[in-house]
């Protein structure tokens, strides 16, 4: 094999490393609420993974600021909601959840996604 | 100190002195230094602390006075969201035509020998005017160490932009490696106008996905016609509230939910309830909200407004259907959220395979490969698959006045294969009267059956007042759920109920068998009446069985389901009825509190059953069951134990109900197919594994067109739905 294919061959299994690492490796920071939480809508959600304590209501408003179409809508589905994010407005929704576990909140399309842990 | 102003809408404002009332209160907030409020514009003027005051503050001010702050003035109203969306897609529109425009001269171009400096002049507004989108939604998204469809179109358009763009400019360097230094903007240019193109499909088509919700939001009248000291004036819809009697002529719309006072007509509840023959009404009859006037003129009190009425809580039950997640839909999801970074490691995978055993020039080979990886992936269509069918699915549903508790029911219930009906009030009327009388015992009966709250004690009550008998009073009296009543008339014990409660009082009914036999063998609940241990007479009463009875049990036979009714009547009558609409599995002399216990014995039989009942009184049955179907609940809808809530008393909603399970399942598994099966067979193509055979490769502008399309098949799949006769 001659040496430019050798090049490519290693850069190329460290560039499928490097993606697994970036994308899949990455640790969850995890922010305590204790009311109310802002949740910044923009190539994901920040924070991403809140905590919330059960039984008591938590709001959470969810700014959009990313205009990406994927990212328009956001789904509580164990919570039974689904709401519209126009963008650069707040939108808030309050939970109430009765049992502790982890609740996934993704957008209309399932490609970015949240959690809301319940302590 | 952080002192800011806010101005903010005051909701309930009537007079002057209303003025001065919230603005004293407001002031009295530790924090609030001036506080102005303006009756004609019904706004408040705060200027506060912002570090001592907040929103709740100033709203609990207000309402403590007895109005009520808007403070959230998050959402802009309908309109003003409507109007935005339809400039957004304009825009898109307009991208679309400019890529594909200045794409489609760079294709023409390359054959005429177009140079690449005008080429790169052209490509240039492409790729970073309307292809900044993909650009502003990757690198947010990377700042997250996420990835989406946008990451992966502009991963492949900039690699095949930066090369095209590199060969432009120092096209000696590519020659000296032995590549003809051609460039590749039409690849770059065409992509982008395909894929929004797609994009602009997809917007159009999903909107007509979440039309059933609004459409019934559009129902609501906006005005009522209250009657105010004699007068007629009309006030806004949230104006209304309880207790107000509203006037409503033919051709109107009823605002709210109420009861009629005065006045007769003919209703088309067909909006709501999915009922399309129109309804006669009287007083004491209630309206809905919503529903047609169609003849005549009457006035009703309102019982239900805002979010209590029926229109509401289904468009809230609908909303929160759509919502929810159906089991099938969790693969999907776990895939999505994996599919970007394994793509973009194929894509890397695919150019490395490429460059060392592709054919020459190796480098161009495993370029244009990798980016028809990057290109040909879809996620969008996978993560759209599920949802877009579970809108049109239950917004049909409300449609037809069958309403989906979440997504995971409307699952479920393509899988019965056994329905239990409960009898009373759901295969019949649920309304019976008195057909037969055996001895004189009407009197006594009645007495006895005054103090008692079941449907049959109401048939002999009502029949006993139509002959005009007098009650006689009885003291001591029981009721035996599932065995009948008991008490005392005159000093005498008096017993009324079934075969269970004579066993019980050890009473001989031998020589009352044959009339017993009869009735019950024409269907009729047989009670018999002893006094101080001895049989004095029967009393026989019926219910009407359900028009559409029949026609619904034949109809889910037909489907495969096995069809059970369940009773506390005995064996004969309960037979003799199911014989009359075609039930050959029956389930009788069953108390209140087995019907759980049956529905668990079939599940333990390994059936997957749904229960039809009037969810009320079966509540504990609905939740056993696989399906819990709540029929005919009228202006009740939220059902807790009910997977399903049928509005209308139509039998034969059961029938669609499980239908609409079985299209939108077909739809969504089609969706899935269509989706996974596109990136499935796609992908490996887009990285070459045919081109070793066949020498097939997948042109990057192909594979966009191919991408564009998925998403738009998979939610015009869904739309196709909408057309589904259930």
Not at chain 2, 129 to 137: D, I, K, S, T
Not at chain 2, 683 to 710: E, K, W
């Amino acid at each position: 094999m001659s040496t430019d294919k050798i090049i490519v061959t290693i850069v190329g299994f460290i560039g499928i490393l490097f993606t697994y690492w970036f994308f899949l490796m990455k640790k969850e920071k995890e922010v305590m609420v204790k009311n109310e939480v802002d949740i910044t809508v923009s190539g994901g959600y920040s924070p991403e993974v809140i905590s919330i304590t059960v039984g008591k209501t938590t709001k959470i408003n969810f700014l959009r600021t990313d205009p990406t179409e994927c990212l328009h809508d956001v789904v509580l589905s164990d919570f039974k909601i689904r709401k519209e994010l126009p963008l650069n407005q707040k939108v808030s929704i309050e939970v109430t959840p009765q049992k502790t576990g982890e609740y996934p909140f993704s957008c209309g399309m399932g490609m970015y996604h949240g959690k809301i842990i319940v302590k | 100190m952080t002192e800011i102003k806010k101005t903010f809408p005051i909701k309930g404002m009537h007079c002057a002195s209303c003025v001065r009332v919230i603005e004293k209160s407001l002031s009295k907030v530790e924090g609030v230094s001036s506080a102005a409020v303006n009756l004609a514009l019904e706004k408040a003027s705060v200027t506060y602390d912002s570090d001592r005051v907040n929103d709740q503050d100033l709203s609990s001010a207000v309402s403590n006075v007895g109005y009520q702050a808007i403070l959230d003035q998050t959402i802009k109203d309908e309109d003003v969201q409507k109007k935005e969306k339809q400039e957004e897609l304009k825009k898109l529109r307009n991208k679309v035509i400019i890529s594909l425009v200045l794409g489609g001269i760079i294709v023409v171009g390359t054959f005429l020998g177009l140079n690449s400096w005008t080429q790169l002049l052209l490509a240039i507004p492409v790729q970073f005017w309307v292809g900044l989108e993909f650009y502003r939604a990757t690198i947010p998204a990377l700042k997250h160490r996420t990835a989406n469809m946008d990451t992966l179109v502009a991963l492949g358009t900039t690699v095949a932009f930066a090369y095209s763009a590199f060969v432009t400019i120092f096209p000696q360097i590519v020659q000296k490696i032995g590549i003809e230094p051609m460039p590749y903007f039409d690849v770059s240019t065409i992509i982008i106008g395909l894929i929004l193109l797609g994009r602009y499909f997809e917007a159009k088509a999903k909107a007509g996905t979440s039309e059933a919700i609004k459409r019934l939001i559009g129902l609501q009248a906006k005005t009522a016609r209250v009657i105010k000291n004699g007068k007629d004036i009309d006030i806004p819809i949230s104006d209304v509230a309880v207790g107000m009697v509203i006037r409503v002529r033919p051709g109107e719309k009823i605002p709210v939910d109420g009861q009629i006072l005065e006045g007769e007509s003919s209703i088309d509840e067909s909006m709501v309830t999915g009922e399309s023959i129109p309804v006669d009404k009287t007083k004491g009859d209630k309206v809905v909200g919503a529903t047609l006037n169609k003849t005549g003129t009457f006035t009703f009190k309102a019982t239900k407004v805002g979010s209590d009425t029926l229109l509401s809580q289904i468009i809230k039950l609908v909303e929160e259907a759509q919502s929810s997640k159906a089991p099938i839909q969790r693969l999907a999801d776990l895939i999505s959220s994996y599919f970007v970074p394994v793509v973009i490691m194929l894509a890397i995978l695919t150019f490395v395979i490429g460059y060392v055993f592709g054919p020459a020039p190796t480098f161009l080979f495993a370029m244009l490969n990798m980016v028809a990886v990057l290109i040909i992936a879809c996620p969008c269509a996978m993560g759209l698959a599920t949802p877009t069918a579970i809108m049109v699915g239950t917004g049909l549903g409300a449609e037809h006045g069958i309403l989906i508790k979440d997504a995971s029911s409307l699952e479920t219930a393509h899988k019965i294969d056994t329905i239990v009906f409960d009898k009373t009030g759901t295969l019949t009327q649920g309304k019976p009267e008195v057909t037969d009388v055996v001895g004189d015992v009407l009197q006594m009966a009645a007495s006895l059956e005054k103090g008692s709250e079941h449907s049959l004690a109401e048939a002999i009550v009502n029949e006993a007042e139509s002959e005009k008998v007098v009650l006689n009073k009885v003291t001591s009296f029981k009721a035996i759920p599932g065995h009948g009543v008991e008490g005392f008339i005159g000093g005498k014990k008096v017993v009324l109920g079934n075969r269970k409660l004579m066993e019980r009082e050890k009473i001989d009914i031998t020589h009352e068998r044959s009339d017993l036999a009869k009735l019950e063998e024409q269907g009729k609940t047989v009670m018999m009446l002893g006094v101080n241990g001895k049989l004095v007479g029967l009393i026989a009463v019926a219910d009407t069985i359900k028009i559409s009875a029949k026609e619904a049990v034949k109809s889910l036979q037909e489907i495969g389901i096995e069809v059970v009714m369940i009773t506390g009547d005995n064996q004969k009558t309960a037979e003799a009825i199911a014989r009359q609409v075609g039930i050959k599995k029956v389930l009788a002399e069953v108390l209140p509190d087995g019907k759980e216990q049956e529905v668990k014995r079939l599940q333990e039989m390994g059936k997957k059953v749904a229960f039809a009942g009037d969810g009320i009184n079966d509540a504990p049955a609905l939740a056993q069951a696989d399906i819990g179907i709540a029929m005919g609940t009228g202006t009740d809808v939220a059902i807790e134990s009910a997977g399903i809530t049928l509005v209308n008393q139509d039998l034969n909603s059961v029938v669609s109900a499980i239908k609409l399970s079985k299209k939108t399942m077909r739809t969504i598994r089609l969706n899935l197919f269509w989706a996974f099966g596109y990136n499935i067979v796609l992908i490996p193509v887009a990285m070459g594994v045919l081109y070793p055979f066949f020498h097939i490769l997948l042109n990057p502008i192909f594979a966009s067109g191919a991408m564009a399309m998925s998403s738009i098949s998979v939610v015009s799949n869904s739309l196709l739905l909408k057309k589904a006769k259930i």
